[in-house]
């Protein structure tokens, strides 16, 4: 169970680092197109969680 957790926090750390990155390298002075990218890349994420982390 503990290596469950570990995998879901790095998990997590793994998508804000992208969210941040994405927004500061790409998207800094773009409000809208911001937000929709953050929405998409967490939507991927989720999926992905829900693909291939949640199941096991």
């Known amino acids: 169970m503990t290596g ?3 995998a879901v ?6 998508l804000v ?3 941040v990155g994405v927004d500061v ?3 800094r ?3 809208w197109e911001r937000l929709m990218v953050n929405v998409g890349i967490v939507l ?3 999926a992905i969680y829900s ?3 949640k199941g096991s």
């Open 25 to 27: 390298l790409f998207l």
């Open 29 to 31: 002075h773009h409000f």
């Open 9 to 14: 926090v790095l998990y997590v750390l793994t």
């Open 51 to 53: 693909r291939f982390l």
């Open 17 to 19: 680092a992208v969210v």
């Open 4 to 6: 469950k957790k570990a």
């Open 44 to 46: 991927v994420f989720a």
